[in-house]
């Protein structure tokens, strides 16, 4: 009889729990929807100033500035992009920038067209030399309206100096307006507008990012966005963008030497590629990647905290690496094909990565490919990279050892030949990262 009023008051005790936790996250939720709502209440100017800013935007048939964007990581630099932005009613773009290291090194050149009914995007070297194509049928008004539904989707660098993003972003769901105040910057009074990334989105984003490996300090959007408006005018001055993880500034974009309302050709916004470049049908390719992504990604993550599956390849010189030779040493090891658009951008951050450590006896970089032996051999020459290129000629260790999926894909081994972290895809300046990671993994 004790054991049974025991029985009955715990379940009493339980339930009063219970219900005190569900009042106190109603509670909860009800304080943070009226602490949102609140945010144009105690600023009746905020309202007023977006409906002129958004006026302003709407009586403007073509536009074109010069385009700034500086990416930091602490106090340094990593990465600058500049050039120019062109915009003509209903729906044309052009974009053409010149990308740098925080060394100042030109890594590659981007241009970026849209004429309303599809896109391109060109990728140069230092060169000049053309190093992909491609046609997108969907135009840059398409991929922005993607980028209002979709929560977790990155598209081309070139679309984040589109004003059209930014004026989206001022009646979006994800972002609502934080704060409106004055600032003098560059010698001119500013409306500062701080946009706020929706706190329920924030927390799915870095879920995600966890869920597929990628780096915790890599910021795929913005906690906030800080939006400078010249008083006089109204225009869109600079942007400045906040990190998801800490309050501090990762990276800014400006616009200057702005123009609008003068005459502007058709054929500024077409673009006709040489004879013989090889086009990628951005559609297909997406198609097909969006169809097993879950599964590219599920297959080589599972190896993540575990040991690095042994293996025995040589290189184009016929010297054999055996990860059992390796173990006491930091990895990356890289997984690469010829033919990728991808991997050929990420070779020559790879060399970056590889001068940096040629010298460190506790560190090994390798990469390694599969394919047509004498055409990766060619195009290693016409590239002269020097890092180690193994060659996976029964495909066993892609395949069945590390599950490689998709390419590129990188692994970080630590010194105990387990690995700690793995990197799926490109991305600009990805070498800074490597590096860094690289010197994590020492320190430890």
């Known amino acids: 009889m004790a054991r049974s009023k025991n029985f009955a008051h715990g379940t009493v005790a339980r339930r009063t729990t219970i ?15 009226c602490a949102r709502a609140e945010v144009i209440d105690k600023n009746p100017d905020l309202e007023k100033i977006i409906d002129k800013i958004e006026k302003k935007w709407e009586k403007i048939d073509s536009y074109s500035a ?3 964007m500086r990416v930091r990581s602490g106090d340094v630099i990593i990465s600058e992009i500049k050039g ?10 052009r974009t053409k920038v010149l990308v740098s290291g925080m060394d100042g090194a030109i890594n590659m050149t981007d241009l970026f067209v849209d004429n309303g009914k599809s896109s391109w995007q060109v990728i140069f070297s230092p060169k000049g030399k053309i190093l992909s194509v491609e046609k997108n049928e969907r135009t840059v008004a398409e991929m922005l309206s993607g980028i209002l539904k979709d929560k977790f989707k990155v598209y081309s660098g070139n679309v984040e100096f589109d004003l059209r993003k930014y004026f989206n972003v001022l009646r979006s769901e994800k972002y609502y307006p934080k704060s409106l105040e004055k600032k003098v910057w560059n010698g001119k009074q500013m409306y500062v507008l701080r946009m706020r990334l929706d706190e329920y989105i924030q927390r799915d984003m870095i879920r995600k990012m966890w869920r597929i490996g990628m780096p915790r300090n890599y910021n795929l959007a913005a906690k906030d966005m800080l939006f400078y408006f010249n008083e006089s005018d109204f225009l869109l001055r600079k942007i400045e963008f906040t990190s998801l993880f800490d309050n501090s500034v990762f990276s800014q ?3 200057s030497n702005i123009r609008i309302n003068n005459s502007m050709a058709d054929s500024l916004f077409e673009y006709i590629p040489p004879s013989g470049v090889w086009i990628k049908d951005d559609r297909a390719l997406q198609k097909r990647e969006e169809t097993h992504k879950d599964q590219m990604h599920s297959s080589s993550i599972r190896l993540l905290g575990k040991e690095c599956p042994a ?7 016929h010297k054999l690496y055996r990860f059992d ?3 006491g040493k930091i990895l990356l090891i890289t997984f690469w094909v010829e033919f990728r658009d991808h991997c050929r951008l990420i070779l020559p951050q790879l060399e970056n990565v590889f001068q940096k450590f040629k010298s460190d006896e506790e560190v090994e970089i390798l990469t390694v490919t599969r394919g047509d032996k004498e055409k990766i051999r060619k195009f290693l020459e016409e590239n ?9 000629r029964y495909q066993e260790t892609f395949n069945e050892k590390f599950s490689v999926k998709s390419v590129p894909v990188s692994f970080f081994v ?14 600009r300046d990805i070498d800074k990262f490597f590096i860094e990671k690289i010197k994590e993994l020492k320190s430890k």
């Open 19 to 33: 219900g005190i936790i569900f009042a106190v996250g109603m509670f909860i939720c009800l304080f943070v929807i």
């Open 66 to 68: 010069d385009v700034y």
């Open 84 to 93: 120019k932005y062109y915009f003509k009613r209903p729906q044309k773009t």
């Open 253 to 255: 974009l400006t616009y």
């Open 311 to 317: 293996f025995s390849l040589a290189d184009f010189n």
């Open 325 to 327: 030779k390796l173990k």
């Open 384 to 392: 002269n990279f020097s890092f180690p290129v193994l060659f996976d």
């Open 414 to 427: 630590d010194k105990q030949g387990v690995i700690r972290d793995i990197h799926f895809g490109y991305a």
